[in-house]
């Protein structure tokens, strides 16, 4: 796929959308956990039977634990 669908990015501002704080911290491990959090959310969404085969923590396996 387009690298542009793989996780959000801070070009989101050009659609008139407002960007997360979080891309704007600064914060490198903050910001992974986010583009992680967004593409689960996203495959939820989309595709929730890949999610059952999908690698989660510990804390993920809690959090996504009714989409399992």
């Keep these: 796929?387009?690298?542009s669908t793989l996780f959000p990015y801070t070009t989101l501002f050009r659609s008139g959308k407002k960007v997360p704080?979080?891309?704007l911290s600064g914060d490198h491990k903050?910001?992974?956990e986010w583009r992680r959090e967004q593409a689960?959310?996203?495959t939820i969404k989309r595709?929730?039977?890949?999610?059952k085969k999908a690698?989660?923590?510990k804390k993920e396996q809690m959090k996504y634990q009714e989409y399992l």
Excluded: N, Q
């Excluded at 595709?47 to 999610?51: H, I, M, V």
């Design 47 to 51: 595709r929730p039977d890949l999610l």
């Design 21 to 23: 704080s979080i891309l």
């Design 1 to 3: 796929p387009p690298r």
């Design 40 to 42: 689960i959310l996203r």
């Design 30 to 32: 903050k910001v992974d």
């Design 55 to 57: 690698e989660l923590t």
